[in-house]
């Protein structure tokens, strides 16, 4: 894949996510948000297992169990921070102000996932043929509930509408930053395994996927139709690689 798609794909996923918000009245609340926060939990899950871990450990430091968990540590330090906005758990209220610290936390978060991507265009190779690929479907899928709990949010603070779709913009900027940073900077260049970062992501993703899979069910009980989304989303991921 060209990295100008990857650039623009990334960007028109969070946009679309506030399309979604904008034009069809959807909220993060909404059965459809639901479901598509089990599938993306589900796909993140799977390509976890099937093609991150497996290239991490072909040929990498064997202390790259710490940078998993480290990256597992962040995201809890980040949703902190976020609220859990990251697997669509965020509280609206009509009029607020906006919450700089959720912005933050959720704009560090995205820069970080999307440096991986980076290094491969910086010449880092891998050992698994689609891992980036689909570590890139993995961003999409999980950045369009995202940003619809983020739209959510934004339109209803005290932004105005133009104000609002520029913060997207902004949001949906930073994994394309991160991809940018990536290029410019990899672990390799500072003496470091070239699977770091790509093990921090990993450790993120774990944390976000299982408490996605967990926290879209009533009373963490599952009914068929989300079973069924988070099936859909694993098979899905194993099919397309």
């Known amino acids: 894949m060209s990295f100008s798609l990857i650039i623009l794909g ?5 946009l679309f996510g506030g399309l979604i918000v904008s034009f069809l009245n959807a909220t993060n ?5 639901k479901f598509s926060l089990a599938f993306s939990g589900g796909f993140l899950l799977a390509i976890i297992f099937e093609h991150l871990l497996p290239d991490i ?6 202390d790259l169990g710490l940078y998993i968990l480290f990256g597992f540590l962040i995201q809890l330090i980040l949703e902190y921070f976020s609220g859990g906005i990251e697997h669509g758990h965020v509280h609206v209220h009509k009029g607020q102000s906006l919450p700089w610290a959720l912005f933050i936390s959720l704009s560090i978060h995205s820069v970080i ?3 991986p991507l980076g290094n491969q265009y910086a010449g880092m190779q891998v050992a698994h043929q689609h891992v980036h690929e689909s570590l890139f479907w993995g961003i999409i899928f999980h950045q369009i ?12 603070t005290k932004l105005s509408r133009l104000s609002t779709w520029i913060f997207l913009f902004l949001f949906a900027s930073m994994t394309p930053l991160g991809v940018l940073l990536g290029l410019k900077f990899t672990p390799e260049q500072f003496g470091l395994d070239l699977h770091i970062i790509l093990a921090v992501v990993v450790g993120m993703f774990l944390h976000i996927s299982t408490t996605i899979i967990f926290e879209t069910s009533e009373n963490h009980k599952f009914n068929l139709l989300k079973l069924t989304s988070i099936l859909f989303g694993c098979g899905l991921a194993l099919l397309l690689y």
């Open 10 to 14: 990334l960007i028109s996923s969070v």
């Open 29 to 33: 609340n909404s059965q459809m948000i």
């Open 57 to 62: 450990y072909h040929g990498g430091a064997h």
């Open 113 to 115: 996932e999307g440096l």
């Open 145 to 156: 509930p995202v940003a619809i709990a983020l739209m959510t949010l934004l339109m209803n």
